[in-house]
C-alpha cells in the first residue's frame, strides 16, 4: 500500500524559495519511480520532475530546467522538490505520485498520488 503525503507548500515572492517534501507510510517506497506534477486553475495537470528508484536518474520538464531539484531518500521514504528562482507561473497545486514502470512525464503512467500541496508565487 502507498500512501503518499505533500508538505511544504506556501506562499512566497518571485524570486524565493520553496522546499516540497512527499513521504510514503509504505515499505516499498524505494521500488517506485516518484514524480512531481502540477496543476495551475483551469490547467491541465503538468510535468515538473521525475526521479529513478534509486535517485540517480532524473528528468525534468524544460519549464523548471536549471530552477528544480528531484531528489529522494529511501531510507526516509522521502521525495523531495526543491524549488528556486521562483516565478509567479509556478503557482499550482503540486502533487507527487508513485509509478512502477520507468521514469516518465506522463500521468497515467504514475499509479498513485498525493492529495496535493498549494504553492503561490506573488509578484
Known amino acids: 500500500q502507498v500512501t503518499l503525503v505533500e508538505s511544504g507548500g506556501g506562499l512566497v515572492q518571485t524570486g524565493g524559495s520553496l522546499r516540497l517534501s512527499c513521504a510514503d507510510s509504505?515499505?516499498?517506497?524505494?521500488?517506485?519511480?516518484m514524480g512531481w506534477f502540477r496543476q495551475a486553475p483551469g490547467k491541465e495537470r503538468e510535468f515538473v520532475a521525475a526521479?529513478?528508484?534509486?535517485?540517480?536518474?532524473?528528468y525534468y520538464a524544460d519549464s523548471v530546467k536549471g530552477r528544480f531539484t528531484i531528489s529522494r531518500d529511501n531510507a526516509k521514504n522521502t521525495v523531495y522538490l526543491q524549488m528556486n528562482s521562483l516565478k509567479p507561473e509556478d503557482t499550482a497545486v503540486y502533487y507527487c505520485?508513485?509509478?512502477?514502470?520507468?521514469?516518465?512525464?506522463?500521468?497515467?503512467?504514475?499509479?498513485?498520488w498525493g492529495q496535493g500541496t498549494q504553492v503561490t508565487v506573488s509578484s
Open positions: 505520485a508513485a509509478g512502477v514502470s520507468s521514469i516518465a512525464s506522463v500521468p497515467s503512467r504514475y499509479a498513485y
Open positions: 509504505g515499505r516499498t517506497f524505494s521500488s517506485y519511480v
Open positions: 526521479a529513478s528508484r534509486t535517485g540517480i536518474s532524473t
